[in-house]
């Protein structure tokens, strides 16, 4: 039996800080502020939505420490043990200089009421200690996690592209990640033990195996598994869910893990989405924009692809994608190890394959053929942090101006993200600028009944679907980038 303990620890400032008082469903924020006195991190919507939480979690990568914002709202206090946490306290102590971000907004009057000041300036000092003098591109990807109700984000883009301007901070300099004592530091928080808790009907645990995770599945097959909470922490503060107990896979060694070897990139189960998007948009750059219009950066760095699969919204974002590339799924159980492909896995309104007790360890995508041409489309009533209302994903190798190996899957037009074979089929061996859009836009018809809900009306769903495939197949025929918007009305 492993060793196990009950107190979450973290470092805070330099200070390795233990907390007892906790349950599976207790979140960083509320520790934060009423057990830590941190009050600069505040409570806006609760569900990962407006950045007014948002703090830097510290953890080893590739040998440095690596800081990336979250959402402290959202983020189950279990899932920070054995990191550093950042707070906007961190950043300047009292008496000593400001931070440059923060002298940045000061002289850029970018702060009202200042609600959300603490959240942006989180964002700013991440993307600071990320890069050196970020564009303007990279600013606004930074804050797209981020809600300002009452300065305007000109202010605040105009102290950011500053920021770099004014005297480095003394601990929270560039090279800070690169600080031995502080990866020393991180590392010593682990005593080898795993974190389990059983407090007031919830319980936690953090196995540190794989042989561990199956063996508190074998006995606790209906666990929630919980990769990075970002669908799960909205769960416990918004629909109040308190599972009985969670099981995360965030400290399961080898989960963290991305392999690619010559044919596939394969990746581990607890990788956080922002590394998963970035590897795979490395090989696939048809995904570059899937990669940032998913959430925000604090959702991405919390979240997992594992998750974004398990969960089996019919608007996920990475299902049409991973379903057009041919993704597999390895699945493990206690008993068993299978691999299945990802087609055929959704059997419902997020229903999936997944059976009592099994989880997602790894998904596996085939690298690009020398042929394949890749398209990614989403529609969102926003280009930031936005659920899609449709989105499609087509795939095909092109070679002398034909079709073949064609893939189509979309997501929002159905109870579960779905291929459409029929389509593929009418699409095979077709010549590129051959193909009649009329009779595609009839077998969507035929092979669609969107529903109609707040984020669509089913006509514009069906409108929207016929319009990104004319989309992608124009663009392959060298037509640009071109606007949905410029595109022949359908009826
Ligand atoms: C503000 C905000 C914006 C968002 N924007 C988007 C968006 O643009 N596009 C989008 O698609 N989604 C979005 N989401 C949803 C969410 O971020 C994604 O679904 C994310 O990928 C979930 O991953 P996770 O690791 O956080 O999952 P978790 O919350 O940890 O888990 C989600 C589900 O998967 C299960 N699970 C987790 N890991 C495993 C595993 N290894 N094996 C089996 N089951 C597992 C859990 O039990 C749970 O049922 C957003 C969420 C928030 C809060
Ligand atoms: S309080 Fe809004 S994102 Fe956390
Ligand atoms: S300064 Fe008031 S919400 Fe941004």
Redesign the pocket.
Known sequence: MDRTRSAVRFLLDGKTVEVTQWTATTMLLPVLREQLGRTGSKEGCA???CGACMVLVGREHRGRVRYQSV?AC?RPLALVDGCEVVTVESLAATGAPLHPVQQALVQHHASQCGFCTPGITMALAGCYLEEERPDREKILSCLS?NLCRCTGYRPVIDAALSMDNYPPAESWNKHCGQDPERLAAIRALDDGTTLVQDTAGERFAAPRTQTALAQWLALHPDA????????????VNKAFRKPQLMLS?AHVQG?DEMHADAGTISIG??VS?SDALTELAGHYPALAELKE????PP?RH??????????G?P?????PPLLVLDAELTLVSPKETRRIPLHGFYTGYRQTG?RLG????AIHIPRPRPHQRIAAY?L?RRFD????TVSMALSADLQEGCLSRVRLAFGGMAACALRLPALESALEGQALDKIDPARMDALLERALAPLSDHRGSAGYRQAAAQGLLRRALLQWQGAGACRIEDLEPTA
């Open positions: 569900e990962g939505d959402n959202i996690g929630t598994l919980v990769g990075g909470a970002t669908d799960l922490g909205v769960a896979t989960l189960a607890a989405l219009r998913f959430a925000s959702i919390a979240a997992t692809l594992a998750g974004n699969l398990a969960n919204s608007v996920g974002d990475t299902l997944l099994e989880y997602i360890s989403k969102a942090q936005d659920i899609s």
